[in-house]
């Protein structure tokens, strides 16, 4: 079972070259030699992770996570990369269900159930994405919005696979905008994905997993956010390809 640690992760989307990628954590490791303040998970695209991995033994307290994975151990799906295959390269960590992948790949919540167990049994944390998008903000159904993404998803998974997950709230609409959520909203919406997880599974698993927000976080509002009681953690896009953001961002972990 995952603790309840704070845990702020980098998805680097489809940025970075090899050579980027390594500039990029040789600085985060000069920066964070003495960073103990939470979990730093960093997701890199597939071609940089086999290097990023290397250049991370040094500092195992900074941890590799992919951006997908398909659910099936082996075969016939060109251009998939299987969990195993994830977790020989050296990944702790996989997104699952950001909303990218549900918007341009039609990713379903049936097949994220999938990619979620083929994860948790290969080993693998997944960091599981729901949000709402704009419309369904302004109309004030973004709690139905979050509940049925919760239940289509989650719903009866064992234990035992639920305990090893990461939520993360990303609001559609918060995401690569500039415009996050308000701590106010982030709390709301943590408070409610947290209270889905007890009646869906039980007050001791809910109270117990790690809950992300993301969308639009900067150095400027992490702060803030993070101070919210049931913000563990953040996932981080734009502001994770720099360094200098980066670690200012997790400076701000108290
Ligand atoms: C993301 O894509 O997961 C994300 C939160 O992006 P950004 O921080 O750029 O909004």
């Not at 993301?214 to 702060?223: E, I, M, W």
């Not at 502001?239 to 953001?245: K, M, Q, T, V």
Request: charge should be neutral; proline fraction near 6%.
């Amino acid at each position: 079972m995952r603790a309840r640690t704070k845990i702020v992760a980098g998805n680097w989307k489809m940025n970075k070259t090899v050579a980027e990628a390594a500039s990029l954590v040789e600085k985060l490791q000069k920066q964070l030699a003495s960073f103990s303040g939470c979990e730093v998970v960093l997701c890199p695209p597939f071609t940089a992770l086999a290097s990023v991995a290397k250049l991370l033994k040094s500092t195992p307290q900074i941890r590799l996570g992919a951006q997908n994975l398909h659910p099936a151990p082996k075969g016939a799906f060109t251009g998939e990369i299987s969990a195993s295959m994830l977790r020989e390269v050296g990944c702790q960590f996989v997104i699952v269900g950001h909303s990218e992948r549900r918007r341009y790949f039609g990713e379903t919540d049936a097949f994220l159930r999938e990619k979620l167990l083929a994860a948790v049994s290969a080993g693998l944390h997944p960091i599981f994405c729901v949000g709402e998008d704009l419309p369904d903000r302004e109309a004030g159904r973004w709690p139905d919005h979050l509940r049925s993404q919760l239940q289509g998803v989650l719903h009866a998974l064992p234990l035992p696979v639920l305990s090893e997950i990461v939520l993360a709230y990303e609001p559609v609409w918060a995401i690569g905008t500039g415009r996050n959520a308000t701590p106010e909203q982030a709390q709301e919406a943590h408070a409610l994905l947290r209270q889905e997880l007890e009646r869906l599974h039980g007050q001791s698993i809910a109270s117990r997993l790690t809950l992300q927000y993301g969308g639009s976080v900067t150095p400027q509002n992490a702060r803030e956010l993070l101070a919210q009681p049931d913000v563990d953690g953040l996932l981080v896009g734009g502001a994770s390809l720099e360094a200098e953001s980066f670690t200012s961002i997790l400076l701000s972990v108290e």
